[in-house]
C-alpha cells in the first residue's frame, strides 16, 4: 500500500468537509420542514448538525496542519439534493417519513464518501485514517438512528 501524497490527503480531506458541509445544510433544511409533533427529530437534526460542526473542525485542521486550504462551500449533489427536497415537500407536505427517506439518503452518501475515503486505493496517513474511522462510526450510529426511525414510521 503506497502513502499518498500531502496534496492527495489534503483533497480527501476537503471532500469529506464537503460532505459535512452539505449534511449540516441538509439538515438545517430538515428541521425547517419537520411538523411541530416532530419535536424529537428536531432535537436529533440538531445534534447531527452539530456532530457534523465538530468533525468539520477536525477534519479542517488537518488540512490546514498540511498546509491546505479547506473548503468552506456543498458539492453540486448536495445542492441538487436539497432543491429535490424542497419539491418533494410541495407534493408530499412535511410528513415525518418523507423528511426520514431523504435524511436517510443524505446519510447513505456520507457513509458512501468515507468508504471511498478509507478504501485502499486512498492510503493515507495512518493516524488520518484513525479519525476518519472514528468519524465514519459516528456517523454510522447516526445513520442507523435515522433508518430505525424511518422504519417505525411504516
Same mark, same amino acid.
Given at each position: 500500500m503506497q502513502q499518498a501524497t500531502t496534496t492527495e490527503t489534503i483533497e480527501i480531506l476537503n471532500d469529506l468537509v464537503v460532505i459535512n458541509? &452539505? #449534511?449540516?445544510?441538509?439538515?438545517?433544511r430538515a428541521v425547517q420542514e419537520l411538523a411541530l409533533a416532530d419535536? &424529537?427529530?428536531k432535537a436529533l437534526f440538531l445534534d447531527m448538525i452539530d456532530e457534523s460542526r465538530k468533525i468539520r473542525v477536525d477534519l479542517a485542521g488537518e488540512v490546514q496542519s498540511? %498546509?491546505?486550504?479547506?473548503?468552506? %462551500?456543498? !458539492?453540486?449533489?448536495?445542492?441538487l439534493y436539497r432543491a429535490w427536497m424542497d419539491v418533494k415537500a410541495v407534493f408530499t407536505g412535511h410528513d415525518r417519513k418523507s423528511v426520514l427517506e431523504n435524511c436517510e439518503r443524505g446519510e447513505d452518501a456520507a457513509q458512501d464518501a468515507y468508504k471511498e475515503a478509507l478504501s485502499s486505493d486512498n492510503?493515507?496517513? %495512518?493516524?488520518i485514517r484513525t479519525m476518519l474511522e472514528a468519524q #465514519?462510526?459516528?456517523?454510522?450510529?447516526?445513520? &442507523?438512528?435515522?433508518?430505525?426511525?424511518? &422504519?417505525? !414510521? #411504516?
Open positions: 458541509n &452539505d #449534511r449540516i445544510v441538509g439538515y438545517e419535536a &424529537d427529530l498540511m %498546509g491546505g486550504q479547506f473548503e468552506a %462551500g456543498t !458539492t453540486t449533489s448536495g445542492k492510503a493515507v496517513p %495512518g493516524y #465514519r462510526s459516528i456517523l454510522k450510529a447516526s445513520h &442507523d438512528k435515522i433508518r430505525a426511525l424511518r &422504519d417505525s !414510521t #411504516r
